[in-house]
């Protein structure tokens, strides 16, 4: 190894380009002095995401978290609830799913990642039963009360089915879009559609590590006026009296500022260039490990044209103490990696609640490793990964 390549910088696993406008922006925040949660860039943001995605409505928050947390609240989840989610995803969702004092229930994923609509079918046929307008969970007698589908690492539910089924069961549906923003379907009745927008609810996150960031930031998609409105009423701390500070409900202050939404804007105007690069890099990974036995770069569903925001490979024969050491010995080369997330539904504060045949996840959580996907990535770096990622590997 050369001198040079053993100065080489250390390669992050996903880290936002700031190359835009967003210093522009956000010093017009602050020469007009419109910093916090009101101002031009906020409203401008929205209209921009909205128009985007295609939604009719697009509501600013503080994260993607509390995009979720109003969606359910505003998809009439109560203490007591029941709500469908992935045991393979980020822990937001689940812990939005408490915050509404329901109670969640983990489903099994695809090979993709992403909910397997096929086994939700079958958790319908023969865990539920429809009293009046519910569908009620047989064990418990209680009311399921929403689904929650995360849209994993780009990739899209197969919305198509899974709408047409929760339709059947009475099930509303509020998407997790946080990590798919830029993802469409190319087939189906929802070919040219966006993620986000199939569902009563679309939750984007603009956290650090997104395809575009505001350094946080959130966004609920609808198509609903009368909910827009209210969405937006509830994350301004639900003021009925602008001048003399009356509520008449709890509210929250979820609102985003408007230094964030500038530097969203400017962000937004380079999302088409960042899937770009996502696109291309991802095809190097797949070329410098095509030959690699143990090694399998994991594609995007068929039905859609991806953002390709994180890339997963898996390694034949692999446990999570093997992704461990590896992940160790690739941080000495200076490459961050990371393994899936744990489980959900073996998380210490959801191990008792409900879960339905979950194996997919399970073997994918054993041998699944995520490499550097960052938009700033260049071919350089693809092939060191891979290069050090085959050596530790073989």
């Not at 260039?273 to 291309?280: H, N, R, S, V």
């Not at 036995?293 to 994991?298: G, S, Y």
């Not at 490459?335 to 609640?353: D, F, G, M, T």
Request: with cysteine.
């Amino acid at each position: 190894m050369s001198d040079a390549r053993c100065e080489r910088a250390f390669i992050p696993l996903s880290v936002p380009s700031l190359q835009g406008r967003e210093g522009e922006y956000v010093q017009q925040c602050i020469d007009t002095e419109w910093v916090s949660s009101a101002g031009a860039f906020v409203t401008r943001f929205e209209e921009d995401v909205a128009s985007y995605t295609g939604a009719r409505f697009a509501i600013a928050c503080v994260n993607g978290t509390a995009a979720l947390h109003l969606s359910l609240l505003m998809a009439g989840v109560v203490p007591g609830d029941h709500v469908l989610v992935p045991s393979l995803t980020f822990i937001a969702p689940i812990n939005t799913v408490k915050y509404c004092g329901a109670e969640p229930i983990f489903l099994d994923c695809d090979a993709f990642y992403n909910i397997d609509v096929s086994k939700l079918r079958r958790f319908f046929e023969s865990e539920t039963r429809i009293e009046g307008d519910a569908c009620v969970y047989r064990q418990t007698g209680r009311r399921i009360a929403a689904i929650v589908p995360v849209h994993v690492f780009g990739g899209a539910v197969d919305m198509e089915s899974l709408s047409a089924l929760c339709l059947e069961y009475r099930i509303p549906v509020v998407e997790d879009a946080t990590e798919s923003l830029g993802t469409r379907y190319t087939a189906g009745e929802l070919k040219g559609r966006h993620t986000g927008v199939t569902g009563e609810f679309g939750c984007l996150s603009f956290n650090g590590n997104k395809i575009i960031t505001c350094g946080g930031g959130g966004m609920i998609l609808t198509d609903n006026e009368s909910v827009a409105r209210r969405l937006k009423y509830l994350s301004e701390q639900a003021k009925d009296d602008l001048e003399f500070f009356v509520h008449h409900e709890v509210g929250f202050n979820y609102r985003l500022t408007n230094v964030q939404a500038a530097i969203g804007v400017a962000q937004l105007e380079q999302l088409d260039q960042f899937i770009a690069t996502k696109k291309a890099n991802f095809q190097r990974y797949r070329q410098n490990l095509a030959d690699t036995a143990r090694l399998q770069l994991i594609g995007y569903p068929p039905y859609c044209d991806s953002n390709h925001w994180f890339y997963s490979v898996q390694i034949d024969g692999y446990r999570r103490e093997d992704l461990r050491a590896l992940i160790q010995r690739l941080a000495v080369q200076k490459i961050q990696a990371r393994p899936v997330w744990e489980l959900n539904h073996r998380q210490k504060p959801y191990r008792s609640c409900p879960a339905f045949e979950i194996t997919k996840a399970a073997e994918l959580a054993e041998k699944t490793l995520n490499v550097p996907c960052s938009s700033n990535l260049t071919f350089e770096d693809v092939d060191y990964v891979c290069e050090k990622l085959i050596q530790e590997v073989k």
